[in-house]
Protein backbone atom coordinates (compact mmCIF):
# COMPACT_ATOMS: atom_id res chain seq x y z
CA UNK A 1 0.00 0.00 0.00
CA UNK A 2 1.45 3.53 -0.83
CA UNK A 3 1.27 4.75 3.01
CA UNK A 4 2.04 8.21 1.86
CA UNK A 5 -0.99 8.52 0.10
CA UNK A 6 -3.18 8.42 2.77
CA UNK A 7 -4.04 9.96 6.20
CA UNK A 8 -3.12 7.07 7.93
CA UNK A 9 0.33 7.12 8.40
CA UNK A 10 0.01 11.18 9.47
CA UNK A 11 -2.71 10.24 12.37
CA UNK A 12 -1.26 7.55 13.86
CA UNK A 13 2.14 9.57 14.51
CA UNK A 14 -0.33 12.43 15.65
CA UNK A 15 -1.14 10.43 18.22
CA UNK A 16 1.71 8.00 19.27
CA UNK A 17 3.66 11.75 19.87
CA UNK A 18 1.05 13.31 21.49
CA UNK A 19 0.55 10.61 24.08
CA UNK A 20 4.19 10.13 24.58
CA UNK A 21 4.60 13.48 24.98
CA UNK A 22 1.23 13.74 27.88
CA UNK A 23 3.12 10.77 29.59
CA UNK A 24 6.07 12.75 29.71
CA UNK A 25 4.42 15.57 31.11
CA UNK A 26 2.65 13.58 33.68
CA UNK A 27 5.56 11.54 35.29
CA UNK A 28 7.80 14.32 35.13
CA UNK A 29 10.77 12.52 34.72
CA UNK A 30 13.82 13.88 32.47
CA UNK A 31 11.75 15.90 29.75
CA UNK A 32 11.43 14.06 26.50
CA UNK A 33 11.92 10.51 27.61
CA UNK A 34 9.48 9.21 26.07
CA UNK A 35 9.04 11.75 23.32
CA UNK A 36 12.44 11.82 21.33
CA UNK A 37 12.60 7.56 20.78
CA UNK A 38 8.99 8.12 19.56
CA UNK A 39 10.21 11.11 17.20
CA UNK A 40 12.98 8.88 16.19
CA UNK A 41 11.25 6.08 15.79
CA UNK A 42 8.50 7.79 13.32
CA UNK A 43 12.18 9.18 11.56
CA UNK A 44 13.36 5.41 10.97
CA UNK A 45 9.54 4.12 10.21
CA UNK A 46 9.42 6.99 7.40
CA UNK A 47 12.91 5.54 5.92
CA UNK A 48 11.88 2.12 6.24
CA UNK A 49 8.75 2.66 4.34
CA UNK A 50 10.01 4.58 1.77
CA UNK A 51 13.07 1.96 0.77
CA UNK A 52 15.00 3.94 3.17
CA UNK A 53 15.40 6.36 0.98
CA UNK A 54 14.56 10.28 1.81
CA UNK A 55 15.04 10.52 -2.25
CA UNK A 56 13.41 12.10 -4.61
CA UNK A 57 15.22 10.95 -7.64
CA UNK A 58 16.52 13.27 -10.85
CA UNK A 59 13.85 13.53 -13.40
CA UNK A 60 15.17 13.91 -16.97
CA UNK A 61 12.02 14.42 -19.91
CA UNK A 62 13.70 13.53 -23.59
CA UNK A 63 11.33 16.01 -25.79
CA UNK A 64 11.18 16.67 -29.08
CA UNK A 65 8.96 18.61 -31.10
CA UNK A 66 8.40 15.66 -33.95
CA UNK A 67 9.58 11.85 -34.18
CA UNK A 68 12.60 11.08 -35.81
CA UNK A 69 15.27 13.50 -34.02
CA UNK A 70 16.34 10.72 -31.62
CA UNK A 71 14.85 10.87 -28.40
CA UNK A 72 14.67 7.42 -28.13
CA UNK A 73 18.02 6.21 -29.03
CA UNK A 74 19.23 9.38 -26.71
CA UNK A 75 16.96 8.63 -23.65
CA UNK A 76 18.58 4.78 -23.69
CA UNK A 77 21.85 5.61 -23.92
CA UNK A 78 21.81 8.48 -21.10
CA UNK A 79 20.19 5.90 -18.76
CA UNK A 80 22.73 3.44 -19.66
CA UNK A 81 25.78 6.06 -19.42
CA UNK A 82 24.39 7.69 -16.18
CA UNK A 83 24.07 4.01 -14.56
CA UNK A 84 27.59 3.48 -15.56
CA UNK A 85 28.69 6.42 -14.37
CA UNK A 86 26.89 6.42 -11.03
CA UNK A 87 25.95 2.85 -10.16
CA UNK A 88 22.88 4.38 -9.02
CA UNK A 89 19.14 3.21 -9.69
CA UNK A 90 18.43 4.60 -13.15
CA UNK A 91 15.14 3.89 -15.19
CA UNK A 92 13.49 4.33 -18.38
CA UNK A 93 9.96 5.38 -18.14
CA UNK A 94 8.52 5.01 -21.98
CA UNK A 95 5.71 7.57 -22.06
CA UNK A 96 4.71 6.80 -25.70
CA UNK A 97 1.43 4.54 -24.84
CA UNK A 98 0.53 4.19 -28.12
CA UNK A 99 3.40 2.99 -29.41
CA UNK A 100 6.51 3.01 -27.33
CA UNK A 101 9.76 2.38 -28.79
CA UNK A 102 12.15 1.68 -25.81
CA UNK A 103 11.51 -2.19 -25.05
CA UNK A 104 11.75 -2.57 -29.25
CA UNK A 105 15.00 -0.60 -29.29
CA UNK A 106 16.57 -3.31 -26.55
CA UNK A 107 15.13 -6.32 -27.91
CA UNK A 108 13.38 -6.73 -24.97
CA UNK A 109 9.23 -7.86 -23.81
CA UNK A 110 6.99 -5.44 -23.32
CA UNK A 111 6.07 -6.35 -19.26
CA UNK A 112 4.94 -3.53 -16.77
CA UNK A 113 3.56 -0.21 -18.10
CA UNK A 114 2.98 3.12 -16.77
CA UNK A 115 -1.42 1.31 -17.31
CA UNK A 116 -0.30 -1.19 -14.93
CA UNK A 117 1.56 0.65 -12.67
CA UNK A 118 -1.44 3.41 -12.16
CA UNK A 119 -3.46 0.34 -11.05
CA UNK A 120 -1.46 -0.49 -8.34
CA UNK A 121 -0.16 2.52 -7.29
CA UNK A 122 -2.49 2.41 -3.99
CA UNK A 123 -0.59 -0.85 -2.84
CA UNK A 124 2.93 -0.10 -4.50
CA UNK A 125 6.22 -0.99 -2.35
CA UNK A 126 9.45 -1.39 -3.01
CA UNK A 127 9.07 -4.97 -3.70
CA UNK A 128 6.30 -4.83 -6.21
CA UNK A 129 8.19 -2.20 -7.75
CA UNK A 130 11.51 -3.95 -8.41
CA UNK A 131 9.69 -7.20 -9.16
CA UNK A 132 7.48 -5.69 -11.67
CA UNK A 133 9.74 -3.57 -13.56
CA UNK A 134 11.98 -4.86 -16.45
CA UNK A 135 15.82 -4.73 -15.85
CA UNK A 136 17.93 -4.68 -18.35
CA UNK A 137 21.61 -7.06 -17.95
CA UNK A 138 23.36 -3.85 -18.10
CA UNK A 139 21.31 -2.78 -14.75
CA UNK A 140 19.36 -0.37 -15.26
CA UNK A 141 15.06 -0.25 -15.30
CA UNK A 142 12.48 -0.17 -17.70
CA UNK A 143 8.74 0.44 -17.31
CA UNK A 144 7.83 -0.32 -20.75
CA UNK A 145 5.13 1.14 -23.16
CA UNK A 146 2.58 -1.50 -23.71
CA UNK A 147 2.78 -3.77 -26.58
CA UNK A 148 -1.03 -3.65 -28.02
CA UNK A 149 -2.86 -0.54 -28.90
CA UNK A 150 -4.69 0.59 -26.23
CA UNK A 151 -6.79 3.60 -24.56
CA UNK A 152 -4.15 6.20 -23.34
CA UNK A 153 -6.86 8.82 -22.46
CA UNK A 154 -7.52 6.04 -19.41
CA UNK A 155 -4.12 7.35 -18.07
CA UNK A 156 -5.07 11.28 -16.68
CA UNK A 157 -2.28 14.01 -15.96
CA UNK A 158 -2.56 13.64 -12.32
CA UNK A 159 -1.70 9.86 -12.88
CA UNK A 160 1.57 10.76 -14.33
CA UNK A 161 1.82 13.19 -11.97
CA UNK A 162 1.79 10.68 -9.07
CA UNK A 163 3.81 7.68 -10.80
CA UNK A 164 6.54 9.81 -11.17
CA UNK A 165 6.07 10.99 -7.71
CA UNK A 166 6.40 7.49 -6.39
CA UNK A 167 8.87 6.69 -9.16
CA UNK A 168 11.67 9.20 -7.80
CA UNK A 169 11.41 7.66 -4.44
CA UNK A 170 13.21 4.55 -5.14
CA UNK A 171 15.25 5.36 -8.31
CA UNK A 172 17.78 8.20 -8.26
CA UNK A 173 18.01 9.14 -12.21
CA UNK A 174 14.47 8.73 -13.88
CA UNK A 175 14.50 9.25 -17.95
CA UNK A 176 11.43 10.16 -19.87
CA UNK A 177 10.88 8.85 -23.39
CA UNK A 178 8.38 11.49 -24.28
CA UNK A 179 6.05 11.38 -27.48
CA UNK A 180 6.17 14.37 -29.54
CA UNK A 181 2.65 16.40 -28.55
CA UNK A 182 1.72 19.01 -25.92
CA UNK A 183 -1.03 17.08 -24.66
CA UNK A 184 -1.81 17.18 -20.79
CA UNK A 185 -0.11 13.90 -19.88
CA UNK A 186 3.46 15.13 -21.55
CA UNK A 187 2.95 19.02 -19.73
CA UNK A 188 2.29 16.99 -16.24
CA UNK A 189 5.73 14.91 -17.38
CA UNK A 190 7.67 17.92 -18.39
CA UNK A 191 6.27 19.82 -15.38
CA UNK A 192 7.54 17.59 -12.54
CA UNK A 193 10.26 16.30 -14.60
CA UNK A 194 14.08 18.66 -13.22
CA UNK A 195 15.44 18.23 -16.83
CA UNK A 196 13.68 19.06 -20.20
CA UNK A 197 16.36 17.89 -23.00
CA UNK A 198 14.98 19.17 -26.27
CA UNK A 199 16.44 17.54 -29.05
CA UNK A 200 17.23 19.62 -31.72
CA UNK A 201 18.61 18.78 -35.41
CA UNK A 202 20.86 21.25 -37.49
CA UNK A 203 17.90 21.75 -39.89
CA UNK A 204 16.10 25.40 -39.97
CA UNK A 205 12.52 24.19 -39.63
CA UNK A 206 13.27 21.91 -37.00
CA UNK A 207 15.11 25.14 -35.16
CA UNK A 208 11.84 27.30 -35.43
CA UNK A 209 9.19 24.84 -34.09
CA UNK A 210 11.86 24.74 -31.37
CA UNK A 211 11.48 28.75 -31.39
CA UNK A 212 7.76 27.82 -30.52
CA UNK A 213 8.42 25.40 -27.90
CA UNK A 214 10.82 27.62 -26.10
CA UNK A 215 8.67 30.40 -25.82
CA UNK A 216 5.86 28.26 -24.67
CA UNK A 217 8.02 26.68 -21.53
CA UNK A 218 9.36 30.81 -21.28
CA UNK A 219 5.67 31.26 -20.45
CA UNK A 220 5.55 28.10 -18.06
CA UNK A 221 8.06 29.51 -15.88
CA UNK A 222 11.08 27.30 -17.18
CA UNK A 223 14.55 28.54 -16.99
CA UNK A 224 17.80 27.79 -19.30
CA UNK A 225 18.68 25.13 -15.86
CA UNK A 226 15.50 23.58 -16.91
CA UNK A 227 15.46 23.27 -20.45
CA UNK A 228 18.38 22.30 -21.79
CA UNK A 229 18.74 22.23 -25.93
CA UNK A 230 20.87 19.31 -26.93
CA UNK A 231 22.01 19.06 -30.90
CA UNK A 232 21.25 15.56 -32.45
CA UNK A 233 22.90 13.99 -35.74
CA UNK A 234 25.51 17.20 -35.65
CA UNK A 235 27.21 17.60 -38.30
CA UNK A 236 30.79 19.51 -37.92
CA UNK A 237 30.64 20.95 -41.76
CA UNK A 238 26.89 22.08 -41.59
CA UNK A 239 26.51 25.84 -42.51
CA UNK A 240 24.83 25.77 -39.27
CA UNK A 241 26.91 25.82 -36.22
CA UNK A 242 25.89 25.06 -32.75
CA UNK A 243 26.92 28.75 -31.92
CA UNK A 244 24.29 29.94 -34.77
CA UNK A 245 21.48 27.91 -33.42
CA UNK A 246 21.81 29.51 -29.47
CA UNK A 247 21.90 32.64 -31.78
CA UNK A 248 18.70 32.27 -33.08
CA UNK A 249 17.10 30.46 -30.30
CA UNK A 250 18.09 32.81 -27.71
CA UNK A 251 18.89 30.11 -25.69
CA UNK A 252 22.02 28.29 -24.58
CA UNK A 253 22.89 24.65 -26.78
CA UNK A 254 24.01 22.46 -23.49
CA UNK A 255 25.25 19.55 -25.83
CA UNK A 256 25.87 18.12 -29.09
CA UNK A 257 25.95 14.76 -30.21
CA UNK A 258 27.55 13.52 -33.63
CA UNK A 259 26.17 12.37 -36.52
CA UNK A 260 26.54 8.65 -37.14
CA UNK A 261 23.85 7.21 -38.80
CA UNK A 262 25.25 3.80 -40.14
CA UNK A 263 26.81 2.37 -36.66
CA UNK A 264 24.02 3.77 -34.64
CA UNK A 265 21.35 1.96 -37.01
CA UNK A 266 23.64 -1.10 -37.07
CA UNK A 267 23.73 -1.27 -32.70
CA UNK A 268 20.04 -0.45 -32.93
CA UNK A 269 19.38 -3.62 -34.76
CA UNK A 270 21.18 -5.43 -32.63
CA UNK A 271 19.12 -4.39 -29.68
CA UNK A 272 22.15 -2.83 -27.65
CA UNK A 273 23.39 0.58 -26.47
CA UNK A 274 26.28 2.05 -28.08
CA UNK A 275 28.59 1.54 -25.59
CA UNK A 276 28.13 -2.33 -25.70
CA UNK A 277 28.37 -2.38 -29.14
CA UNK A 278 31.11 -0.13 -29.96
CA UNK A 279 32.54 2.35 -26.86
CA UNK A 280 34.68 4.07 -28.73
CA UNK A 281 32.46 5.65 -31.04
CA UNK A 282 32.25 9.32 -30.90
CA UNK A 283 28.84 9.29 -30.40
CA UNK A 284 29.53 7.50 -27.26
CA UNK A 285 31.91 9.50 -25.77
CA UNK A 286 29.21 12.44 -26.46
CA UNK A 287 26.66 10.38 -24.59
CA UNK A 288 28.81 9.96 -21.74
CA UNK A 289 29.66 13.55 -22.00
CA UNK A 290 25.84 14.62 -21.73
CA UNK A 291 25.70 12.19 -18.55
CA UNK A 292 28.74 13.86 -17.08
CA UNK A 293 26.67 17.32 -17.44
CA UNK A 294 23.50 15.79 -16.10
CA UNK A 295 25.28 13.96 -13.11
CA UNK A 296 27.36 16.97 -12.27
CA UNK A 297 30.48 13.82 -12.56
CA UNK A 298 33.66 14.24 -13.86
CA UNK A 299 34.37 12.02 -16.40
CA UNK A 300 37.91 11.13 -16.65
CA UNK A 301 39.94 12.67 -19.70
CA UNK A 302 40.02 10.28 -23.00
CA UNK A 303 43.85 9.76 -22.78
CA UNK A 304 43.49 8.95 -18.95
CA UNK A 305 41.13 6.40 -19.63
CA UNK A 306 43.62 4.89 -22.24
CA UNK A 307 46.17 4.63 -19.90
CA UNK A 308 44.43 2.91 -17.41
CA UNK A 309 43.18 0.76 -20.20
CA UNK A 310 46.61 -0.08 -21.18
CA UNK A 311 48.10 -0.73 -17.39
CA UNK A 312 45.37 -2.97 -16.79
CA UNK A 313 45.98 -4.70 -19.93
CA UNK A 314 49.82 -5.45 -18.83
CA UNK A 315 49.03 -6.16 -15.61
CA UNK A 316 48.33 -9.86 -15.56
CA UNK A 317 51.53 -10.38 -17.67
CA UNK A 318 53.50 -8.55 -14.38
CA UNK A 319 51.28 -11.07 -12.55
CA UNK A 320 49.47 -8.26 -10.14
CA UNK A 321 46.12 -8.45 -11.72
CA UNK A 322 44.39 -10.85 -9.18
CA UNK A 323 46.31 -9.80 -6.41
N1 LIG B 1 23.24 10.84 -33.24
C1 LIG B 1 22.67 10.19 -34.24
N2 LIG B 1 23.35 9.94 -35.39
C2 LIG B 1 22.78 9.29 -36.41
N3 LIG B 1 21.55 8.81 -36.41
C3 LIG B 1 20.80 9.02 -35.31
C4 LIG B 1 21.31 9.70 -34.17
N4 LIG B 1 20.35 9.73 -33.21
C5 LIG B 1 19.28 9.09 -33.73
N5 LIG B 1 19.55 8.67 -35.00
C6 LIG B 1 18.67 7.93 -35.89
O1 LIG B 1 17.47 8.64 -36.05
C7 LIG B 1 16.39 7.73 -36.16
C8 LIG B 1 15.30 8.12 -35.21
O2 LIG B 1 15.75 7.98 -33.90
P1 LIG B 1 14.77 7.77 -32.67
O3 LIG B 1 15.62 7.66 -31.46
O4 LIG B 1 13.79 6.68 -32.94
O5 LIG B 1 14.01 9.19 -32.70
P2 LIG B 1 12.62 9.62 -32.01
O6 LIG B 1 12.46 8.82 -30.76
O7 LIG B 1 12.79 11.08 -31.77
O8 LIG B 1 11.54 9.32 -33.01
C9 LIG B 1 16.94 6.33 -35.89
O9 LIG B 1 17.07 5.66 -37.12
C10 LIG B 1 18.29 6.57 -35.29
O10 LIG B 1 19.21 5.58 -35.69
MG1 LIG C 1 10.93 7.51 -30.15
Redesign the pocket.
Known sequence: MDLFNSYFPFTVCFFLLASAFYTDIRLRVIPNIITLPVIVGGILFHFYISGWSGRAGNVTAVF?MK???????IAINLADQINLLTGDKVLIVDLNLYMG?VSVFLELPSAYTPFDMVKDLDRMDKNLLFSSLTQHPRGFYILTAPDEVNDAEQLSSDDITRLLQVLRRYFDHIIIDLPHNFNERNMAAIDTADNLLL?VQQSMPVIKNVQKALKLFEELGYDEKKVKVVL??CLTKSELTAEDISYVLNWPVFAS?????IR??DI?NKGKTIDMAEPDLK?NRDMEILAGLLTGIKLAKKSEKGWSEIISRFLPLLGGAKA
Open positions: SGGQGVTSDINRINNDFLTII
